[in-house]
DNA sequence: TTGACACTTACCCTTAGGGCAAGGTTTAGC
DNA sequence: GCTAAACCTTGCCCTAAGGGTAAGTGTCAA
């Protein structure tokens, strides 16, 4: 009984992720699972939580599932990743920084506008090519650094 | 010959996209062309390049192509969407502020571990199960409030 | 007429899974 | 033993905003 295998569900509720993330990382080359069933069902080990953990903590540092392998391919062709990781840590913190910096100019002209167009009378009558005095006002050269870089997610209800 | 139209090719030009993009706008119900020539090219008025400008403008302050669209049926439907974008862009804003902490967090905590590990002497020589004492040494509380908010993409070359 | 471009649609790709469907398995209650 | 619930499997479509490529057609100038 030392040989206590895990059913999916039970690695999913230990690891604190989904089934669904799991068979995922398996099609990613994440986490194979130590065997199946003669049903074919996945068997994996309490090994296999740490593994999961693992991947867990490097997504908590912003890691992709990508790096994460390529972390692992490291790990398992001979010497520790730790090096490289800690390289990369670096490098991503840069580049957070610059990514930072474009949200907050993001914010800070959204803002802007807003208190703009708040005090401005806009006119509820249209021309017929019309749609949106507030934004249309915006110069062109705002366009240059258009922020590409996240959708925001406001709220979104209704608009009447 | 006041009746100048634009090949897609024009249009894109004057207002600073790709071809890809302005089909990709008319999938979505953003950008129809005025017509077609008999042999299906799209043709495109001055007004077109105006809507193009809008529809960067309104990217430019992080509006989805969807919300774009929002904008354009309220415009069509009956009043000025002033009201609301102004609204939208108030909850933008705070919404990004969320997001800014969040990263602000992430940053933090990878330059808090990446000095740590730098100044630890880490084992080049690993147990069988073992992939980076660095990320594994990550406490379980950290995953909380694991940053599911964006990629990062910091430099990628090798890792030997 | 032919070569160089421009235009068309269509399909696959990107992240990290979520949701659903159809079908097989296991377990608990009766 | 039977049945229903809960579990497992694979497979497919979906997300945002296009980029890349391919195959077929159109246009223009030399």
Redesign the interface.
Known sequence: MGERTLSIRQLAQEA?VSTKTLRHWETQGLLAPAGRTHTNYRRYTK?HV??A??I???????F?LA?IR???D??RSQ???????????????????G??RL??D??V???R??RR??AEK?????GP????????S?P?Q??RA??RS???????KD?S
Chains 1, 2 share one sequence.
């Open positions: 604190g090994t740490e593994r953990l693992f867990r903590k490097a997504q908590s540092l912003g992709t790096e390529h972390i692992f490291l790990a010497k520790a990743p730790c090096d490289a990781v800690i390289r990369w840590a670096g490098e991503k913190a840069q580049a957070l920084e990514q930072i949200l907050q993001l914010r002209r959204l803002e506008y807003r167009w708040s806009k006119p509820s009558r249209l090519t019309e749609v949106c005095q507030c934004i249309a915006i062109i705002d366009l258009a922020s996240l959708p925001v997610r406001g709220g979104e608009g």
